[in-house]
């Protein structure tokens, strides 16, 4: 079969018009990035922010047009708002409403979200999410796990989830589920091969519809794992999700706490609470003589929480097996829950569960509303 080019993907494009205006999406100029690699097409439409709901009719049209073309085997459009992105995360900040972020997004049926988020990658942020969100649902809550993570999703492969999520209704999502606890990723949705390069401002469009089109049901939290550091992507997600607050993974190594401090003083700026700081690679137990070894020193985040105010919910060893059990698909807090390491991971859970109600308390005294239920 041959690709499809460029040229047709621009032709095919130019077909579809903006309501009112009567000229096609290309003449105003809304279409950015355009790639096509291989069958697999990428594009933007640059709208203004405020007309982003009246244009997700146009950008499904283009999305349809493109894929219906012959050689076309995937599509990504996403709307991205074409206000100026360097200033956009301080544009958009209103009054701290939900859970205390400053978010004007909801999310049916789901009472609290969280971030995990972490000052730089390969800290264990995956590892922690996943484990965080089973000790969660081993606590008896009806979790949800997000990836946010669109640079290198590693949820489907650490929950042992692959397919592609069903859309009942040609709209919405339904997420895909394992051990008890409902997933989405992007890794659903692109093939783990694809190499994606994804510009700031799509990261967000891509993200606001992963939130928006997913049919979550009741969940009393959603665990959401954001992209490693603290740059504008993280900052407009700490806004544009309703977040009750955030749990920030850490080594002990001051390189990587700096980073952390970082990452806090983010959510602070964006009246997100950080519930807590979680040491992870805190120490390690030789398998063979039961020695301890502090390998990257022990603590450094303990202090730190003391330092800024913030508690500390606690520290996870390297153990070679929690790894392999992440990388194979089998997460250890499900695999074995009596495990010493499942048991710290649910014992942090019950703290989070904790801090939420605590942080969802607060926000409902700050902003009294009523609630019918
Ligand atoms: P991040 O999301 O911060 O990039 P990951 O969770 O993907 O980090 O972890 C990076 C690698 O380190 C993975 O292979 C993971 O299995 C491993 N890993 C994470 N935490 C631990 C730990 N406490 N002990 C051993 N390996 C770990």
Same mark, same amino acid.
């Given at each position: 079969m041959s690709t499809v080019t460029e040229q047709q993907v621009v032709e095919a494009l130019s077909e579809i018009k903006v309501p009112d205006t009567g000229k096609s999406v290309l003449e105003l100029g809304l279409i950015q990035g355009l790639q096509v690699k291989e069958g697999h097409v990428g594009f933007s439409l640059e709208v203004d922010p405020s007309q982003g709901e009246a244009m997700e009719p146009v950008r499904k049209s283009c999305e349809d047009i493109v894929y219906d073309l012959p050689g076309v085997l995937s599509v990504t459009a996403v709307l991205t708002a074409h206000s100026n992105e360097a200033s956009a995360p301080e544009a958009q900040q209103t009054a701290p409403q939900g859970g205390g972020g400053a978010s004007d997004m909801e999310i049916p049926g789901v009472k609290s979200v969280i971030a995990v988020a972490s000052g730089k990658g390969g800290v264990g942020k995956s590892t922690v999410s996943?484990?965080?969100? =089973?000790? =969660?649902?081993?606590?008896? =809550?009806?979790?949800? =796990? @997000? $990836?946010? $993570?669109?640079?290198?999703?590693?949820?489907?492969? @650490?929950m042992g989830i692959g397919g592609t999520p069903h859309s009942p209704d040609g709209k919405y999502m339904m997420p895909l589920s394992n051990y008890g606890v409902e997933v989405i990723s992007m890794g659903f949705l692109v093939p783990e091969d694809t190499p994606m390069i994804w510009r700031g401002p799509m990261v967000m469009s891509a993200l606001e519809q992963l939130m928006r089109d997913v049919k979550w049901g009741d969940l009393d939290v959603l665990v959401c794992d954001l992209p490693p550091g603290t740059g504008d992507a993280q900052l407009t997600m700490a806004q544009r999700v309703p977040l009750t607050g955030a749990v920030v993974v850490s080594t002990p190594q001051d390189v990587a706490l700096a980073d952390a401090r970082k990452g806090i003083a983010m959510f602070d700026k964006v009246n997100v609470p950080t519930l807590g700081i979680i040491e992870n690679m805190s120490y390690f137990v030789c398998p063979h003589c039961g020695d301890r070894t502090d390998i990257f020193g022990h603590g450094g985040a303990k202090d730190e929480a003391t330092r800024q105010n913030i508690d500390f919910l606690g520290e996870i060893p390297i153990d070679p097996y929690l790894r392999e059990t992440s990388d194979t698909g089998t997460p250890l807090t499900a695999k074995e829950p009596d495990h010493a390491i499942s048991k710290a991971f649910i014992e942090i859970a019950k703290k989070v569960a904790v801090k939420i109600e605590e942080a969802n308390a607060n926000s409902a005294a700050a902003a009294p509303k009523i609630v019918i239920s």
């Open positions: 996943v484990n965080l969100a =089973l000790g =969660l649902a081993a606590t008896g =809550l009806k979790v949800g =796990l @997000m $990836d946010a $993570d669109v640079y290198g999703p590693s949820l489907p492969r @650490m």
